[in-house]
């Protein structure tokens, strides 16, 4: 079976290649991949290469096939699976494996197996530790994207509150409290207001999401509208903390005084994880979220309140095998919309810019097909290029009816287009 594959050689040395994969083992299966979303964490990896603490030493004679956040169909299955996976499934996988205490992970760690590519083999690690998990959504993007999603509901279920009757701890956002996400209008933060609003058990009266960026502000409103938040019974306000005269008294207005019972922190900015614990209400739980590349990065905590109002300070990164299957699920029921973080869609030829150059193209989710070769495109720009081109007018049909989002009906135009069949 050939692959093409987009490899790591070393620090910024990607290249696109075609090659043959090995057999696979009985305890191994053969996939075809048809989506793969970039992360920024391919990012930092092809910027350090090999000293990067998941890669091996040998990339430079044994590649890696980057990409994890990844979906697919299953093609064959060796004998030791068979009874739990069949040709033809869907699948969708946690990269997170952790298995004997490893950091192997596919997209950084392994020759024949990670996202970027159109074939690849997992190996059994993978489903020893229940990392392979069947996908029923329609769509093979929104299985790409139950990574980064799993991730943000991990960030939710790893807040805690208290009380002053007992020790016991109360795991997830308060129920009923008002919700920050701060620096919230990237993918991530809009993922994490999708999330937010189709909450039951722990629902917030209210989330507030700030930006300091009046265009990233508004493509979230278009793509969240506040009526949405309001018909499920829930307050949504964005707002631009650039344009406050005082950014903690204008948030804590927002609340009457009380402040923030959840504050997630999505950028990697002093300043702002400082504003975070400056809003906090009492036994208010602050999420550092963002992952800061400074192994140093430090900011200001005001201990007394910690001590004396109950606040928490904690940090979680990543998701473990229960968020994904809660994200693949509430993604297939139509419960989140994983799409708001897209913002650009491209084949498996525009992977290697992309990522290269992923921190200087503006937007958000970076979404790739890796069966058929398509220039990375803005969604935004589908209305321009469908002048001249079929493909892109009636792609930017589908998406202007969703709110301008990408969707399962425009990943099957796509597949039409260019002859993809699952």
């Not at 009492?282 to 005001?302: H, I, L, W």
Request: glycine residues 10%; contains cysteine.
């Amino acid at each position: 079976m050939k692959t093409k594959a987009v490899r790591m050689y070393g620090t910024r040395d990607l290249r696109l290649e075609e090659f043959e994969l090995p057999a696979i083992k009985d305890d191994e299966i053969l996939v075809k991949i048809m989506s793969d979303s970039i992360c920024m964490s391919t990012y930092k990896l092809v910027e350090q290469g090999k000293n990067h603490k998941r890669a091996p030493k040998n990339i430079d004679t044994n590649p890696i096939i980057i990409g994890h956040e990844f979906a697919g169909v299953i093609v064959e299955v060796g004998k030791k699976w068979q009874d739990q996976f069949k040709p033809g499934m869907k699948f969708a996988q946690q990269p997170a494996l952790n298995y004997k205490g490893s950091l192997a992970s596919p997209g950084y760690s392994y020759e024949f197996f990670g996202g970027a590519c159109t074939y690849c083999i997992i190996p059994h690690e993978v489903m020893e530790l229940g990392c392979l998990m069947e996908y029923k959504g329609e769509s093979f993007f929104e299985a790409s994207l139950g990574e980064p999603m799993s991730c943000i509901i991990g960030g939710y279920h790893g807040n805690y509150h208290t009380n002053k009757r007992n020790h016991d701890l109360k795991i997830d956002t308060k129920a009923g409290g008002d919700i920050i996400i701060l620096g919230g209008c990237g993918p991530m933060g809009l993922g994490a207001v999708s999330y937010g609003l189709q909450l039951e058990e722990n629902k917030p009266k209210r989330i507030v999401v700030t930006d300091i960026n009046d265009d990233k502000i508004a493509r979230a409103r278009e793509v969240i509208p506040e009526s949405v938040a309001a018909e499920r019974g829930i307050e949504l306000l964005y707002v631009n903390t650039a344009a406050m005269d005082d950014p903690v008294k204008g948030l804590m207005d927002i609340t009457g005084g009380k402040g923030y019972d959840d504050v997630f922190v999505y950028v990697p900015v002093r300043q702002v994880a400082e504003l975070g614990n400056k809003i906090l209400a009492f036994d208010g739980c602050m999420n550092f979220f963002a992952g800061p590349t400074d192994s140093q990065f430090k900011a200001e905590v005001n201990l007394y309140e910690v001590h004396y109002t109950s606040q928490h300070i904690v940090g979680t990164t990543g998701g473990n095998n229960d968020d994904l299957i809660e994200a693949n699920d509430l993604a297939a029921r139509g419960r989140i919309e994983p799409a708001v973080m897209v913002t650009h869609v491209g084949g498996i030829d525009s992977i290697i810019d992309a990522t290269l150059n992923l921190p200087k193209i503006p937007g958000g989710k970076k979404l790739t097909y890796t069966q058929f070769n398509m220039p990375l495109t803005a969604i935004e720009d589908f209305g321009k290029l469908g002048e001249t081109d079929p493909l892109f007018k009636k792609l930017d049909e589908v998406c202007k009816k969703n709110r301008g989002l990408w969707s399962a009906e425009a990943e099957r135009v796509l597949f039409e287009h260019f002859g993809v069949e699952a």
